[in-house]
């Protein structure tokens, strides 16, 4: 599995439209038969700042991803809307999705 983490520091002006503007490519992502999962999160820390977790299934799969389409219009839509460039987390790991955390169960 491919993991990926990946921090957008977004400008200002265009923070509340982050999630209406990756909409499509994400749709279209979580759509490509190998993508295990693709899950946006804002940061409780830093303003303006969104957090992308994503995996695919094998290098195959993250070739595809960004080599498509949707990839490629989505960096020419976000270039405009990103205050920095994106840092990314990129790597290799067994397994082919969640797994359950060890140390943490819900109280009875």
């Known amino acids: 599995m491919?993991?990926?983490?990946?921090?957008?520091?977004?400008?200002?002006?265009?923070?509340?439209e982050w999630?209406?503007?990756v909409a499509d490519f994400t749709a279209a992502t979580r759509a490509e038969p190998g993508n295990l999962f693709f899950e946006w999160s804002r940061s409780v820390e830093v303003?303006?700042?969104?957090?992308?977790l994503e995996?695919?299934?094998?290098?195959?799969?993250?070739?595809?991803?960004?080599?498509?389409a949707h990839f490629k219009d989505a960096m020419a839509k976000m270039a405009g809307a990103v205050a920095t460039t994106p840092e990314i987390v990129n790597v290799k790991t067994d397994g082919s999705g969640w797994s359950e955390m060890a140390e943490l169960r819900p109280a009875n």
């Open 2 to 16: 491919i993991f990926i983490a990946v921090k957008f520091t977004v400008r200002p002006e265009r923070s509340e």
């Open 19 to 21: 999630l209406d503007l």
């Open 47 to 52: 303003p303006h700042q969104f957090v992308l």
């Open 55 to 68: 995996a695919f299934a094998d290098d195959e799969a993250g070739s595809q991803h960004v080599n498509s």
